[in-house]
Nanobody, 120 residues
Framework: QVQLVESGGGLVQDGGSLRLSCTAS????????MGWYRQAPGKQRELVAD???????NYRDSVKGRFTISRDNAKNTVYLQMNSLKPEDTAVYYC??????????????WGQGTQVTVSS
């Protein structure tokens, strides 16, 4: 059974920084894309950033220049460094990964979510 476990959320003031981590565990043959999504109250879940196994990255416009996604393939871990945080970044952040176990096709997995709150 594959699991994604996130850590690093919390409460921070406007302009502050946080670093989120997400580690995949279980029977894993290969991890393709890994990424971070967020969902604010009353809003749809949206992509924040993602990265391929080769290291290519993609960001939503509102976080470009402030957030950095990275991954450590040896540790099956993806990170999201968030700088210059704004109140509008407040949301539950979810890790997502496309993972292939030893048998079968790649599947999409989600973490349990971690709360990020930015106070003004």
């Amino acid at each position: 059974q594959v699991q994604l476990v996130e850590s690093g959320g919390g409460l921070v003031q406007d302009g502050g920084s946080l670093r989120l981590s997400c580690t995949a565990s279980g029977i894993i043959f290969k991890i393709n894309a890994m990424g971070w999504y967020r969902q604010a109250p009353g809003k749809q879940r949206e992509l924040v950033a993602d990265t391929t196994s080769g290291g290519s990255t993609n960001y939503r416009d509102s976080v470009k220049g402030r957030f950095t996604i990275s991954r450590d393939n040896a540790k099956n871990t993806v990170y999201l460094q968030m700088n210059s945080l704004k109140p509008e970044d407040t949301a539950v952040y979810y890790c997502n990964a496309e993972i292939q176990s030893l048998i079968g096709v790649p599947r999409n997995y989600w973490g349990q979510g971690t709360q990020v709150t930015v106070s003004s």
